[in-house]
């Protein structure tokens, strides 16, 4: 096996555990309809990937410390997401909402490295306005746009 083969394998190898789990916790997506967790999967997946293919130079163990990193946000960002969908037509308090919105902001800050931009804040008045009119989809969609916009370093 040449050397970029190697390097290829383990870079696969390094996001798969983190992959696995996305895919077989069915508590991140229970309340998003099969489309919606295959967008929102497809997200995670590719973040995952970005951080294995970040790792390409680092030893095994601080690789690993980063992919744990990351794919703890990813993680926190799709249930939180798939929290805030649930809770559309629910009686919940401006609190819950609020404060599972400023975990998801925190967990997508982490994971990104760039603080919120103003892109981004027209996301989550989007979804607010959604949610307020007891629409999943467009609330969905504009989670889904805030957690996929570009930071300043990204565009």
């Known amino acids: 096996m040449t050397e970029d083969r190697r390097a290829q394998r383990r870079l696969r190898q390094r996001g798969q555990r983190w992959s696995e789990l996305l895919m077989e916790d069915s508590s991140l997506r229970d309340h998003l309809n099969d489309e919606q967790a295959t967008q ?24 690993e410390k980063r992919l744990e990193k990351d794919g703890t946000a990813v993680k926190l960002i799709i249930k939180g997401i798939n929290d805030l969908i649930g809770g559309i037509g629910q009686p919940l308090t ?28 027209k996301h989550v008045q989007a979804f607010n306005q959604a949610r307020t009119a007891a629409d999943r989809a467009a609330a969905f969609q504009s989670l889904l746009d805030l957690i996929q916009t570009p930071g300043p370093e990204q565009s």
């Open 40 to 63: 929102l999967l497809t997200w995670g997946l590719a973040q995952i990937k970005q951080t294995a293919v970040a790792t390409a130079n680092l030893p095994d163990d601080a690789a």
């Open 94 to 121: 401006f609190d819950v909402v609020d404060d599972t919105m400023t975990r998801l902001l925190k967990n997508h800050r982490w994971l990104i490295n760039q603080p919120l931009t103003p892109g981004q804040l």
